[in-house]
């Protein structure tokens, strides 16, 4: 068993507990992240309570060898897509991607994300066509937030008034 399902199995039934889904464990140099997600999206308080609890149930079960640094998040608003399953919850959402270097066609897509199958997905890319990649040749991917019409992401900035000398 890795290091990921061992802290898989240790935590996903107390954070169900809470309410919270494991959206992805990640286990990298010397840093173990666990993204939460619920419907409606987690808030601070959520991270906070679910921060201590897995913490505690780690220490408790000790899966992991060596020191790390444990964070837990939410997935955030553009989500990594790195399992069938991620890919799944985001058909119908814009997904931009890239390739590994020896795979067919462009290494960068981006488009609707319009089927996921066993082998793969479809994207409707934006020149209208479609591309099928396997799952094998995603280097990378991750949905993508738009802004609706209208909307800005941040406040106009006010004006500064010239100084004159």
């Keep these: 068993m890795t290091v990921v399902e061992r802290v898989r199995a240790s935590v996903a039934p107390l954070l169900a507990d809470l309410g919270l889904e494991i959206y992805d464990i990640e286990h990298a140099g010397g840093v173990l992240r666990i993204s939460v997600d619920k419907t409606g999206g987690v808030d601070l308080d959520s991270i906070a309570l679910a921060t201590r609890v897995v913490s505690r149930q780690l220490d408790h079960d000790d899966p992991i060898p060596g020191r790390y640094t444990l964070e837990v998040?939410?997935?955030?608003?553009?989500?990594?897509?790195?399992?069938?399953?991620?890919?799944?919850?985001?058909?119908?959402?814009?997904?931009?991607?890239?390739?590994?270097?020896?795979?067919?066609?462009?290494r960068r897509a981006r488009g609707e994300l319009l089927a996921v199958d066993t082998d793969g997905i479809t994207v409707r890319l934006e020149d209208g066509t479609?591309?099928?990649i396997r799952f094998e040749d995603i280097e990378r991917a991750r949905t993508v937030f738009e802004w609706g019409p209208g909307a800005s992401p941040a406040p106009p900035r006010p004006k500064r008034k010239a100084h004159s000398s």
């Excluded at 985001?90 to 890239?98: C, K």
């Design 130 to 132: 479609e591309r099928t």
């Design 73 to 106: 998040t939410s997935p955030g608003i553009e989500r990594p897509l790195r399992t069938p399953e991620h890919f799944e919850r985001a058909v119908g959402q814009v997904v931009n991607l890239r390739t590994h270097p020896e795979a067919e066609g462009d």
